[in-house]
């Protein structure tokens, strides 16, 4: 399947005065002298062709064709000036509205039919300093019997996301193979490092969801409403926050990727929005279920305290 897109201008009343038709018309003037010959080219009867033209020409209230005398052919016709002008601005118009019809459609058909569906990257190359062991050993400690990442990992649908696991440890890599899930290997420590050997490792996406790998108490039904939001608003920055307060994970939608994956240093995608006023307005906050779902795991004191969250029984987990 793919989208199909026809552009057309509209008048006051909601009639087509310009489109795909007289633009190619006019097209076959420029080339072809003469718009009798373009109509024939066309295979258009000569009075469409002239009423497209004059209709176009009322309702933008200048002329598009002139004549010309003499010559070979014995006289013609040559496009004005505000007709090459036109063409050149509708051409434009019908990219940049392709392009935007293309992006929507992978968006809000991510995952159905034959649409690839959201990219998602675990970054899980941090060496996790302040949790004290090997690096990457947080990722890999129980919490309440099951690995840190395992329990992130369980908060991403397949049925909606592709993930991509990106580490630079031997316990993360052999965790993921026990899990089924697939993962590279940064090829370096910063964050950018991580960013861009995932989105390489994704390929083309309508968007991509960057979690942290040490977020264990991420639900599901919070990514679902994320994937949920930017098909809604398939240019919004979604991010799941708690009372009005952003936070991780962050879905960006496809246009920004690639400036996501030029990124460098350890700042993150928050160097994009910083300052950037028209990603700012982007932002759709998702209110996460409870302020836990936001939680990372950056000490040991932090593992116990999410322990006994989940001791308490406030957050089951279901790695089905």
Not at 83 to 88: G, S, T
Not at 94 to 114: K, V
Not at 202 to 208: I, N, T
Not at 295 to 311: F, G, H, I, M, N
Request: proline letters at 5%; charged letters at 25%.
């Amino acid at each position: 399947m793919r989208p199909d897109l026809r552009a057309y201008l509209l008048d006051a009343d909601g009639r087509r005065v310009f489109g795909p038709g007289p633009v190619d018309l006019l097209e076959r003037v420029g080339e072809l002298g003469s718009l009798r010959a373009a109509a024939i080219d066309m295979g258009m009867a000569y009075t469409k062709a002239t009423r497209l033209v004059h209709d176009a020409e009322r309702a933008f209230g200048f002329a598009l064709t002139e004549r010309t005398v003499g010559g070979s052919g014995g006289g013609g016709s040559r496009l004005t000036a505000q007709a090459r002008e036109l063409i050149e601005r509708y051409r434009a118009f019908e990219r940049a509205s392709r392009r935007a019809l293309s992006s929507a459609y992978e968006t809000c058909f991510s995952g159905f039919g034959d649409v690839a569906r959201l990219g998602c990257v675990v970054m899980a190359s941090g060496e996790g300093a302040r949790f004290g062991g090997a690096p990457g050993e947080k990722l890999v400690s129980p919490l309440a019997g099951v690995p840190v990442l395992e329990r992130t990992l369980a908060a991403l649908p397949a049925d909606l996301l592709d993930v991509v696991v990106v580490t630079r440890w031997d316990a993360v890599e052999a965790l993921c193979a026990r899990l089924g899930v697939r993962c590279v290997r940064a090829t370096g420590p910063l964050k950018s490092d991580t960013m861009r050997a995932g989105l390489e490792a994704l390929g083309h996406r309508a968007g991509c969801l960057f979690v942290t790998g040490d977020q264990p108490l991420l639900g599901e039904k919070s990514v679902r409403a994320m994937v949920a939001e930017l098909a809604r608003e398939p240019t919004a920055i979604v991010r799941l926050g708690w009372r009005g307060r952003p936070a991780n994970p962050v879905l960006w939608p496809s246009d920004t990727l690639a400036a996501l994956a030029r990124l460098e240093g350890d700042a993150g995608g928050r160097v994009l929005l910083d300052g950037h006023a028209e990603l700012e307005g982007r932002v759709r906050l998702v209110e996460a279920a409870s302020e836990q779902e936001l939680a990372d795991v950056d000490t040991p004191d932090d593992l116990a305290r999410l322990e006994e969250w989940v001791k308490r029984g406030q957050t089951p987990f279901d790695p089905s």
